[in-house]
């Protein structure tokens, strides 16, 4: 048995080490979120209707079935050279127990931990933490569940910040993943 790779996360108000990867600290962070990014919601629906909307497998979770978007991984794999990735989920460090091996993603990302109650119709209660990990740093943040608070607190940002809502039987698709690339080569063209 290998030992795992330490795990770097982030308490509201604290920061992540960047592991001394040169140029990382360049790059703009991607904060992403699990539930409706990665793991979609009413896929078998969506199956039925285009099978190629629904590129992935099914996965049990600590109990918990999930459908892992292969498509959406990819997207994450490719953002990598453009961006930071950070986990910003209630997942938190299970993200990295998880992910690596069941959709290729790298392992020992640094994940954001929280200190309020989580749920899809609260997407702010992930706001402190991000702010606190992202330290004044460009950010763009992919989740399925931005709300109103969400978009005020980015339009406050003195940092370039961009929200990028997906919707949660899709995931991450080309068109956010469009999105977001573009978004970071304007950030190294000014």
Do not use: Y
Not at 7 to 30: C, F, H, N
Not at 50 to 62: K, N, Q, T, V
């Amino acid at each position: 048995m290998h030992p795992k790779e330490p795990l770097r996360p982030v308490e509201d108000g604290a920061s992540a080490s960047t592991g001394g990867s040169e140029g990382v600290a360049d790059k703009p962070l991607l904060m992403v979120d699990i539930d409706g990014v990665l793991s979609l919601f009413g896929v078998s629906i969506l199956a039925d209707a285009d099978p190629r909307l629904a590129d992935g497998s099914f996965h049990s979770i600590e109990g918990i079935p999930h459908f892992l978007s292969a498509t959406a991984a990819a997207h994450l794999l490719e953002l990598r050279s453009l961006f930071e990735l950070v986990w910003a989920s209630g997942w938190e460090e299970r993200a990295n127990d998880h992910l690596p091996h069941l959709l290729g993603m790298p392992g020992g990302l640094p994940f954001l931990r929280f200190s309020r109650s989580v749920g899809r119709s609260n997407a702010h209660w992930k706001l402190d933490a991000i702010e606190a990990h992202a330290a004044g740093r460009a950010l763009a943040w992919v989740d399925d569940a931005l709300n109103e608070e969400c978009r005020e607190w980015a339009a406050a940002r003195s940092a370039p910040t961009l929200l990028v809502q997906t919707k949660p039987e899709l995931g991450l698709t080309a068109r956010e993943a469009r999105l977001l690339e573009d978004w970071a080569q304007q950030l190294t063209t000014h």
